[in-house]
T-cell receptor
């Protein structure tokens, strides 16, 4: 157990629907990062939050949004889902510094 | 535009031999490099890292070499063990920013045969 908890582990939904992925960071970690891993792709950075505030944005679609709550857990909202959104979504947390990254086990999203 | 490239999708080695995984990058702002290991159904786990001020970092059986002029890094695993079989991701960061987002390669599947 890495200490970063992601729920649900698997999600199957239809095109056009909206889903919410949840991440609880490791205790004491203030930064939360979201990454997407599509088939045969490396992990693509989506967005970072630090202590409740958005810190950096990557290749995140406008249909996607995220937030970090006062208890530091984060949610990634994906709407108007398309088949191409099927992927593994990873959350990671850190106190500071890239070497401190701890990843969760991911949520596998399948859009049918 | 892929800024971090792992050109070998897979690598197979015999137990006890050396595994060498390669990674190239194009962004000269990258100054911190990491290797992550990933088993199926698990998230990536941090393995070893190197700062651009060094050219080598060693941790047990794992050594990372950095050649800044060639924008190339490699991970050496000696001796390789069957438990090392996993997908290895190379990642890079520009620590000049206030965030630490990582840019990942597509990964190399290492298979260590008994």
């Amino acid at each position: 157990d890495s200490g970063v908890t992601q729920t649900p582990k698997h999600l199957i939904t239809a095109t056009g629907q909206r889903v919410t992925l949840r991440c609880s960071p490791r205790s004491g970690d203030l930064s939360v990062y979201w990454y997407q891993q599509s088939l045969d792709q490396g992990l693509q950075f989506l967005i970072q939050y630090y202590n409740g505030e958005e810190r950096a944005k990557g290749n995140i679609l406008e249909r996607f949004s995220a937030q970090q709550f006062p208890d530091l857990h984060s949610e990634l909202n994906l709407s108007s889902l398309e088949l191409g959104d099927s992927a593994l979504y990873f959350c990671a947390s850190s106190v500071q510094g890239a070497s401190g990254y701890t990843f969760g086990s991911g949520t596998r999203l399948t859009v049918v | 535009d892929q800024q971090v490239k792992q050109n070998s999708p897979s690598l197979s080695v015999q137990e006890g031999r050396i595994s060498i995984l390669n990674c190239d990058y194009t962004n000269s702002m990258f100054d911190y490099f990491l290797w992550y290991k990933k088993y199926p159904a698990e998230g990536p786990t941090f393995l070893i890292s190197i700062s651009s001020i060094k050219d080598k970092n060693e941790d047990g059986r794992f050594t990372v070499f950095l050649n800044k002029s060639a924008k190339h890094l490699s991970l050496h695993i000696v001796p390789s063990q069957p438990g090392d079989s996993a997908v290895y991701f190379c990642a890079a960061s520009d620590s000049g920013g206030s965030n630490y987002k990582l840019t990942f390669g597509k990964g190399t599947l290492l298979t260590v045969n008994p």
